[in-house]
T-cell receptor, first 114, second 116 residues
Framework: NAGVTQTPKFQVLKTGQSMTLQCAQD?????MSWYRQDPGMGLRLIHY???????DQGEVPNGYNVSRSTTEDFPLRLLSAAPSQTSVYFC?????????????FGPGTRLTVT | GNSVTQMEGPVTLSEEAFLTINCTYT??????LFWYVQYPGEGLQLLLK?????DKGSNKGFEATYRKETTSFHLEKGSVQVSDSAVYFC???????????????FGKGTKLSVKP
Protein backbone atom coordinates (compact mmCIF):
# COMPACT_ATOMS: atom_id res chain seq x y z
CA ASN A 1 0.00 0.00 0.00
CA ALA A 2 1.91 3.02 -1.30
CA GLY A 3 -0.66 5.67 -0.25
CA VAL A 4 -0.31 8.88 -2.26
CA THR A 5 2.63 9.07 -4.64
CA GLN A 6 3.90 12.06 -6.56
CA THR A 7 6.42 12.38 -9.37
CA PRO A 8 8.81 14.00 -9.93
CA LYS A 9 10.24 15.01 -6.54
CA PHE A 10 12.14 17.94 -8.03
CA GLN A 11 11.77 19.83 -11.29
CA VAL A 12 13.33 22.91 -12.85
CA LEU A 13 11.51 24.60 -15.73
CA LYS A 14 12.15 27.61 -17.88
CA THR A 15 9.51 30.29 -18.20
CA GLY A 16 6.93 29.30 -20.79
CA GLN A 17 7.54 25.56 -20.64
CA SER A 18 4.73 23.19 -19.81
CA MET A 19 4.77 20.08 -17.69
CA THR A 20 2.57 17.65 -15.79
CA LEU A 21 2.92 16.78 -12.13
CA GLN A 22 1.75 13.26 -11.51
CA CYS A 23 -0.30 12.12 -8.53
CA ALA A 24 -1.63 8.64 -7.84
CA GLN A 25 -3.29 6.94 -4.89
CA ASP A 26 -4.02 3.28 -4.27
CA UNK A 27 -6.58 3.66 -1.48
CA UNK A 28 -9.64 3.90 -3.71
CA UNK A 29 -10.28 7.43 -2.48
CA UNK A 30 -12.93 9.44 -4.24
CA UNK A 31 -11.69 12.91 -3.25
CA MET A 32 -8.35 14.23 -4.50
CA SER A 33 -6.84 17.68 -4.41
CA TRP A 34 -3.77 19.76 -5.25
CA TYR A 35 -2.21 22.37 -2.97
CA ARG A 36 0.74 24.66 -3.31
CA GLN A 37 2.90 25.59 -0.33
CA ASP A 38 4.73 28.89 -0.28
CA PRO A 39 6.79 30.37 2.57
CA GLY A 40 4.60 32.26 5.03
CA MET A 41 1.44 31.36 3.10
CA GLY A 42 0.52 27.93 4.35
CA LEU A 43 -1.11 25.62 1.81
CA ARG A 44 -3.54 26.92 -0.76
CA LEU A 45 -5.96 24.80 -2.73
CA ILE A 46 -5.45 24.79 -6.51
CA HIS A 47 -7.98 22.26 -7.84
CA TYR A 48 -9.92 19.36 -6.44
CA UNK A 49 -11.97 16.41 -7.63
CA UNK A 50 -14.81 14.55 -5.95
CA UNK A 51 -14.64 11.59 -8.31
CA UNK A 52 -13.61 10.43 -11.76
CA UNK A 53 -14.74 12.89 -14.40
CA UNK A 54 -15.47 15.69 -11.90
CA UNK A 55 -13.10 18.56 -11.12
CA ASP A 56 -13.48 22.03 -9.68
CA GLN A 57 -11.37 25.08 -8.92
CA GLY A 58 -9.90 25.96 -5.57
CA GLU A 59 -8.47 29.23 -4.28
CA VAL A 60 -5.61 29.65 -6.79
CA PRO A 61 -6.47 27.83 -10.06
CA ASN A 62 -5.02 30.24 -12.63
CA GLY A 63 -2.26 28.75 -14.77
CA TYR A 64 -3.11 25.16 -13.84
CA ASN A 65 -5.26 22.51 -15.43
CA VAL A 66 -6.47 19.16 -14.10
CA SER A 67 -8.41 16.14 -15.25
CA ARG A 68 -9.61 12.98 -13.50
CA SER A 69 -10.08 10.11 -15.90
CA THR A 70 -9.61 7.39 -13.26
CA THR A 71 -10.15 7.16 -9.51
CA GLU A 72 -6.42 6.58 -8.97
CA ASP A 73 -4.82 9.44 -10.90
CA PHE A 74 -5.10 13.21 -10.67
CA PRO A 75 -2.41 14.97 -12.74
CA LEU A 76 -1.76 18.70 -12.51
CA ARG A 77 -0.71 20.48 -15.69
CA LEU A 78 1.17 23.74 -15.87
CA LEU A 79 0.26 25.23 -19.22
CA SER A 80 2.98 27.90 -19.51
CA ALA A 81 5.22 28.03 -16.45
CA ALA A 82 5.90 31.37 -14.75
CA PRO A 83 8.34 32.23 -11.94
CA SER A 84 5.33 32.87 -9.68
CA GLN A 85 4.61 29.14 -9.89
CA THR A 86 7.84 28.28 -8.10
CA SER A 87 6.53 26.37 -5.10
CA VAL A 88 6.16 23.00 -3.44
CA TYR A 89 3.11 21.13 -4.70
CA PHE A 90 1.23 18.58 -2.64
CA CYS A 91 -1.40 16.15 -3.78
CA UNK A 92 -3.87 14.80 -1.23
CA UNK A 93 -6.73 12.31 -1.17
CA UNK A 94 -9.49 11.27 1.19
CA UNK A 95 -12.06 8.54 1.40
CA UNK A 96 -14.98 10.81 0.75
CA UNK A 97 -16.08 14.34 0.36
CA UNK A 98 -17.00 15.60 3.74
CA UNK A 99 -15.67 17.70 6.55
CA UNK A 100 -14.73 14.85 8.87
CA UNK A 101 -12.57 12.89 6.49
CA UNK A 102 -8.82 12.85 6.98
CA UNK A 103 -6.78 13.87 3.96
CA UNK A 104 -3.63 11.89 3.11
CA PHE A 105 -0.80 13.84 1.54
CA GLY A 106 1.89 12.85 -0.91
CA PRO A 107 5.57 13.72 -0.33
CA GLY A 108 5.46 16.78 -2.58
CA THR A 109 7.06 18.06 -5.78
CA ARG A 110 9.47 20.98 -5.49
CA LEU A 111 9.19 23.08 -8.65
CA THR A 112 11.50 25.93 -9.63
CA VAL A 113 10.69 28.13 -12.64
CA THR A 114 13.55 30.27 -13.92
CA GLY B 1 -14.98 33.95 4.28
CA ASN B 2 -13.50 31.11 6.26
CA SER B 3 -9.98 31.54 7.60
CA VAL B 4 -7.46 30.19 10.09
CA THR B 5 -4.98 32.25 12.07
CA GLN B 6 -2.15 30.62 13.96
CA MET B 7 0.71 32.06 15.93
CA GLU B 8 3.77 33.13 14.03
CA GLY B 9 6.92 31.14 14.45
CA PRO B 10 9.48 29.99 14.69
CA VAL B 11 9.13 28.57 18.19
CA THR B 12 12.25 27.24 19.89
CA LEU B 13 11.93 25.18 23.06
CA SER B 14 14.15 23.01 25.20
CA GLU B 15 13.37 19.33 25.51
CA GLU B 16 10.65 18.58 28.10
CA ALA B 17 9.24 22.12 27.89
CA PHE B 18 5.50 22.78 27.60
CA LEU B 19 4.22 23.63 24.15
CA THR B 20 1.26 25.78 23.13
CA ILE B 21 0.59 26.81 19.56
CA ASN B 22 -2.41 29.11 19.27
CA CYS B 23 -4.98 28.71 16.53
CA THR B 24 -8.18 30.67 15.99
CA TYR B 25 -10.63 30.38 13.15
CA THR B 26 -13.42 32.21 11.37
CA UNK B 27 -16.12 30.10 9.81
CA UNK B 28 -19.80 29.98 9.13
CA UNK B 29 -21.62 26.97 10.43
CA UNK B 30 -19.82 24.14 12.18
CA UNK B 31 -16.43 23.32 10.70
CA UNK B 32 -14.20 20.41 11.62
CA LEU B 33 -10.78 21.39 12.95
CA PHE B 34 -7.45 19.69 12.37
CA TRP B 35 -3.80 19.86 13.25
CA TYR B 36 -1.42 18.56 10.61
CA VAL B 37 2.33 18.11 11.08
CA GLN B 38 5.04 18.31 8.44
CA TYR B 39 8.41 16.77 9.26
CA PRO B 40 11.43 18.02 7.29
CA GLY B 41 11.33 16.94 3.66
CA GLU B 42 7.98 15.18 3.98
CA GLY B 43 4.33 15.76 3.20
CA LEU B 44 1.72 16.65 5.79
CA GLN B 45 0.20 14.06 8.05
CA LEU B 46 -2.80 14.33 10.32
CA LEU B 47 -1.89 14.80 13.98
CA LEU B 48 -5.37 15.14 15.50
CA LYS B 49 -8.85 16.39 14.75
CA UNK B 50 -12.12 17.46 16.37
CA UNK B 51 -15.45 17.55 14.60
CA UNK B 52 -17.73 19.36 17.04
CA UNK B 53 -17.65 21.86 19.87
CA UNK B 54 -15.97 20.69 23.11
CA ASP B 55 -14.40 17.68 21.37
CA LYS B 56 -10.81 17.04 22.37
CA GLY B 57 -8.47 15.56 19.80
CA SER B 58 -5.34 13.82 21.04
CA ASN B 59 -2.42 11.88 19.59
CA LYS B 60 1.24 11.25 20.49
CA GLY B 61 0.90 13.38 23.64
CA PHE B 62 -0.55 16.34 21.74
CA GLU B 63 -4.02 17.67 22.57
CA ALA B 64 -6.38 20.33 21.27
CA THR B 65 -9.93 21.22 22.31
CA TYR B 66 -12.54 22.65 19.95
CA ARG B 67 -13.75 25.83 21.68
CA LYS B 68 -16.69 27.33 19.85
CA GLU B 69 -17.13 30.22 22.28
CA THR B 70 -13.59 31.47 21.61
CA THR B 71 -13.34 30.03 18.06
CA SER B 72 -10.05 28.41 19.02
CA PHE B 73 -8.23 25.09 18.67
CA HIS B 74 -4.93 25.54 20.45
CA LEU B 75 -2.36 22.74 20.26
CA GLU B 76 -0.65 21.67 23.50
CA LYS B 77 1.90 19.13 24.63
CA GLY B 78 3.16 18.77 28.15
CA SER B 79 6.72 17.72 27.41
CA VAL B 80 8.20 18.13 23.93
CA GLN B 81 10.96 15.97 22.47
CA VAL B 82 13.60 16.70 19.84
CA SER B 83 11.64 14.43 17.50
CA ASP B 84 8.68 16.85 17.67
CA SER B 85 10.65 19.41 15.64
CA ALA B 86 8.45 20.08 12.61
CA VAL B 87 6.03 22.57 11.09
CA TYR B 88 2.52 22.44 12.53
CA PHE B 89 -0.54 23.54 10.56
CA CYS B 90 -3.96 24.29 11.92
CA UNK B 91 -6.75 23.74 9.40
CA UNK B 92 -10.51 23.73 9.10
CA UNK B 93 -12.80 21.85 6.81
CA UNK B 94 -15.82 23.90 5.99
CA UNK B 95 -19.31 22.67 5.55
CA UNK B 96 -19.56 24.58 2.30
CA UNK B 97 -22.19 24.00 -0.27
CA UNK B 98 -22.19 21.24 -2.82
CA UNK B 99 -18.75 20.42 -4.10
CA UNK B 100 -16.70 22.58 -1.76
CA UNK B 101 -17.57 20.59 1.33
CA UNK B 102 -14.50 18.99 2.76
CA UNK B 103 -11.92 21.37 1.32
CA UNK B 104 -9.24 22.26 3.84
CA UNK B 105 -8.31 25.84 4.72
CA PHE B 106 -4.88 26.08 6.34
CA GLY B 107 -3.15 28.49 8.64
CA LYS B 108 0.32 29.64 7.65
CA GLY B 109 2.12 27.08 9.79
CA THR B 110 4.31 27.31 12.87
CA LYS B 111 7.82 25.94 12.83
CA LEU B 112 8.84 24.26 16.07
CA SER B 113 12.45 23.52 16.94
CA VAL B 114 13.22 21.52 20.08
CA LYS B 115 16.77 21.65 21.43
CA PRO B 116 18.25 18.85 23.56
Amino acid sequence: NAGVTQTPKFQVLKTGQSMTLQCAQDMNHEYMSWYRQDPGMGLRLIHYSVGAGITDQGEVPNGYNVSRSTTEDFPLRLLSAAPSQTSVYFCASSLGQGRTYEQYFGPGTRLTVT
Amino acid sequence: GNSVTQMEGPVTLSEEAFLTINCTYTATGYPSLFWYVQYPGEGLQLLLKATKADDKGSNKGFEATYRKETTSFHLEKGSVQVSDSAVYFCALSDRGYGGSQGNLIFGKGTKLSVKP
